[in-house]
């Protein structure tokens, strides 16, 4: 470190203590939060505030433990403690509710989940080899593990709908869709991304590609796009239905290594007509200036998937071993982008 970054005053080497302290038991945050999830806590304050004695009672846990837990959760915005020590709702604990459309609970409940955390306590190990040790702690890749576990396949799919939600209006918006033709929403989770898509575009029809144990609980039985989509069951490793306007590719490329992504564009190519087009809807990693939940979300890919945020330029490497070229990168008004994709 050279002289000019080192820290000089009390007060800087106070400050840099402090967060190098307080960072190193960040994991206690996502443990506690957990905790509030579990028990419910914000459903239990909808009808008013309450203390710690009084949620214990109705959740069935350690009254001590559960008021160091919230007064904690307290200092990071979760939950609000007042003057006699009755705990409240605050705008970030009201996402965690069930009863609510903008609800981000299963989304928090996933990542606070010891699929997501068991990993990131070998992220060392991760740096060391250049691969996530997810698949030596649970036996399998994520997905080929989810394929065995009901609770946690359903969690899983019910927070990348959670998510989907906060962002696929805005993404819908920033694409300029035909009037008429076809789209396919490929590993498309619960619909509800195409579901907004052809209630915007009253005259495009929609397949949503998934495998049968998620398509079971689809959402896109609305009367707003009745008789204009349909399901199919695949696997986009394999082969994806041919012929299609559009294909799209949601949050897809990212959590995959280079390879595995070669592997899916290349059955997307050989499913596109020369004017079909395939959307990939990711985070498009820029060179210089890259937000925080780009960086973030980078270093889950790397612990839990051996995916990455991409640059363009990486981006067109795959696309070109598939046979495939960007035509444009469309910015959205979240994180991510649509790259618009050609065949060669």
């Given at each position: ?11 800087e ?19 506690a ?13 909808t ?10 009672e ?51 409940l ?7 955390w ?7 190990d ?98 707003a ?18 012929g299609?306007d ?11 290594s ?57 981006l ?29």
């Amino acid at each position: 470190m050279s002289d000019a970054t080192q820290p000089t005053q009390a007060t800087e080497i106070a400050a840099a203590v402090t967060q190098v302290l307080g960072d190193s038991l960040g994991y206690l945050y996502p443990a506690a939060l957990r905790v509030a999830l579990r028990t419910d806590i914000a459903g239990h304050l909808t009808d008013g505030p309450k203390t710690a004695a009084q949620l214990a009672e109705l959740t069935g846990v350690h009254a001590p433990s559960l008021h160091r837990v919230l007064r904690f959760l307290a200092t990071r915005g979760i939950f609000r403690e007042d003057t006699d020590s009755a705990f409240h709702l605050t705008p970030a604990a009201h996402v965690l509710r069930t009863d609510v459309p903008y609800s981000v609970r299963p989304a928090a409940l996933l990542f606070t989940d010891e699929m997501y955390w068991k990993p990131a306590g070998r992220l060392e190990d991760t740096v060391r080899d250049g691969s996530t040790a997810f698949n030596d702690i649970f036996g399998a890749p994520l997905f080929d593990h989810l394929q065995g576990e009901g609770e946690r396949e359903r969690l899983f799919t019910d927070a990348m709908d959670t998510m989907s939600m906060t962002e696929q209006n805005g993404i819908v918006a920033s694409y300029d869709f035909p009037q008429t033709g076809t789209v396919i929403d490929l590993a498309g989770g619960l619909g509800g991304f195409l579901r907004t898509l052809l209630a915007r575009n009253p005259g495009l029809r929609g397949v949503l590609f998934e495998r049968e144990s998620v398509l079971r609980r689809h959402k896109l039985d609305d009367p707003a796009i009745e008789g204009r989509w349909e399901t199919a069951v695949g696997d986009f490793f394999e082969a994806v239905p041919p012929g299609a306007d559009f294909y799209v590719l949601k949050r897809i490329i990212h959590d995959k290594s280079d390879a595995d992504s070669v592997r899916i564009l290349r059955t997307v190519r050989n499913a596109m007509s020369e004017r079909s087009r395939l959307l990939i809807v990711d985070a498009v990693r820029p060179d210089a200036d890259i937000s925080p939940s780009v960086t973030i979300s980078d270093v889950l890919m790397l612990t839990v998937f051996d995916g990455q945020e991409r640059s363009d330029e990486e981006l067109e490497v795959l696309l070109s071993a598939a046979d495939l070229k960007s035509l444009r990168v469309i910015s959205t008004p979240g994180t991510l982008s649509i790259v618009e994709v050609a065949p060669v």
